[in-house]
């Protein structure tokens, strides 16, 4: 037998209390109940517009808010002609350089598909052919050499070792940016995520990663990259080696939100979750709770 939903003693379909992420794609847990967070919000956004590619990373404890607060900007982003997609790129230290470049390709090819789903010519289908190899192939033991002809391109699929993927994916990549550019787009903004509860170990390894790909991917015009995960772990891996250092922001380090933002949040969330309109929703926490929770 089936539980009752004792959340409709207050009214609400579900707990509020979700930890899930906020997704512009998402009904259950839409972007529009994002509150606060507006300096830092403002300043991921002002650093993407202020260069032709930018770095930046956010710290801070698990469940946060983090990952929300970059959903958010990249919908900042999106509104003022920037593609972007709803996916979060993981970054894995188990893989090698190759995977992760790899899975930047990925990424910028998901949003230009995202935000232009006509989207056609050789750098579309170099693109194309390459992320369905890494995708079938763990990273790319099967790569494509592509070569234009007079008419539109061609490809000819040849066997290379995984480490051809650092030869190819830049050019590759870098001819994708372009065409995003030149379809409109301001540029690519990118999430990549996973930093969370990392052995020291790991996080070297991933700041070993980044640098191994530096000049390959990270420093493309048109590519915005926000690192997500954990204080500890970001610093180590944005901030371990001096070249990855030298192109990365300083670390937003996120602190808990203020007691009148916790408040809005759980008003926007009741009023989101309520079984019947005609009846108001009754809190399940009183204000006293909230801020002894906050503090």
């Known amino acids: 037998m089936a539980l009752p939903n004792l959340w409709g003693l207050y009214n609400l379909r ?7 992420t906020l997704r512009a794609d998402s009904q259950a847990t839409p972007l529009r109940l994002f509150v606060g967070r507006q300096q830092e919000r403002q300043l991921l956004l002002t650093t993407i517009g202020s260069g032709a590619s930018s770095r930046q990373a956010v710290a801070g404890r698990p469940g946060i808010g983090k990952t929300t607060l ?26 090698a350089s190759e995977h992760l470049l790899g899975q930047l390709l990925s990424g910028v090819y998901d949003a230009v598909l995202a935000n232009c789903p006509t989207a056609a010519g050789p750098e579309v289908e170099a693109a194309q052919q390459l992320v369905r190899s890494i995708r079938l192939r763990g990273g790319g033991l ?63 390894r991933e700041a070993d990663l980044l640098r191994g790909i530096r000049d390959q991917a990270l420093l493309h015009d048109g590519l915005h990259l926000i690192v997500v ?28 939100l203020e007691l009148k933002d916790v408040q809005k949040l759980l008003a926007n969330r009741y009023a989101a979750l309520q079984l019947g309109p005609e009846q108001p929703w009754r809190s399940p926490v009183e204000d006293a709770g909230a801020s002894r929770r906050v503090v």
């Open 14 to 20: 579900s707990s509020p209390y979700f930890q899930a």
């Open 70 to 95: 970059v959903q958010t900007v990249k919908a900042d982003a999106q509104a003022e002609g920037y593609w972007s997609s709803d996916e979060i790129i993981p970054i894995s230290a188990e893989g």
């Open 142 to 204: 099967t790569l494509s050499a592509f070569g234009l002809g007079v008419g539109g391109s061609q490809s000819e699929s040849v066997a290379t070792p995984p480490g051809a993927l650092l030869l190819d994916g830049p050019r590759v990549l870098r001819n994708l940016l372009r065409y995003a550019i030149g379809q409109g787009a301001r540029g690519i903004v990118l999430h990549l995520n996973n930093l969370e509860n990392l052995s020291e170990a790991d996080a070297s």
């Open 229 to 256: 995960g954990t204080t500890d772990a970001v610093r180590t891996v944005v901030q371990t080696h001096t070249q990855i250092r030298s192109v990365f922001s300083d670390p937003q380090v996120l602190q808990p």
